[in-house]
C-alpha cells in the first residue's frame, strides 16, 4: 500500500485548504483512512479518520468544526478540507490507512502547512 499526500501550502490565518491522499497497491475502500500531524518539536498527533465500514469520522478536539475527512472510493482518494486554519494548525501532515481507526499500519509522505501571516 502506498499513500501519496498532496495539498499543503502557505496560507494566511482564516484560509482554507485542501489536502488529498491517493492510495495505490490497495483498494481503499477497504481501508481506514486518516490524518496525522507533527508541528516542529512537537509530538505527532492523531487529526482525524474515516472508517471503511459505514463512513464513521472521527475528529480531535482541537479541529471539531473547521476541518473535514471525505473519501472517494471510486478515485482511491481521501480529503481532508481545512477552513477557518490558525498559526497552531502549523505541521506536516501525514495520510494514513489501516483497517480500522484504532491504528495506522500505512503511512504517506507527508505534506507541509504553515499558517502564517
Known amino acids: 500500500v502506498q499513500l501519496q499526500a498532496s495539498g499543503g501550502g502557505l496560507v494566511q490565518p482564516g484560509g482554507s485548504l485542501r489536502l488529498s491522499c491517493t492510495v495505490s497497491?490497495?483498494?481503499?475502500?477497504?481501508?481506514?483512512m486518516g490524518w496525522f500531524r507533527q508541528a516542529p518539536g512537537k509530538e505527532r498527533e492523531g487529526v482525524s479518520c474515516?472508517?471503511?465500514?459505514?463512513?464513521?469520522?472521527y475528529y480531535k478536539d482541537f479541529v471539531k468544526g473547521r476541518f473535514t475527512i471525505s473519501r472517494d472510493n471510486a478515485n482511491n482518494t481521501m480529503y481532508l478540507q481545512m477552513n477557518n486554519l490558525k498559526p497552531e494548525d502549523t505541521a506536516v501532515y501525514y495520510c494514513?490507512?489501516?483497517?480500522?481507526?484504532?491504528?495506522?499500519?500505512?503511512w504517506g509522505q507527508g505534506t507541509q502547512v504553515t499558517v502564517s501571516s
Open positions: 494514513t490507512a489501516g483497517p480500522s481507526c484504532n491504528g495506522a499500519e500505512f
Open positions: 497497491g490497495f483498494t481503499m475502500a477497504y481501508l481506514a
Open positions: 474515516m472508517t471503511s465500514t459505514d463512513g464513521t469520522t
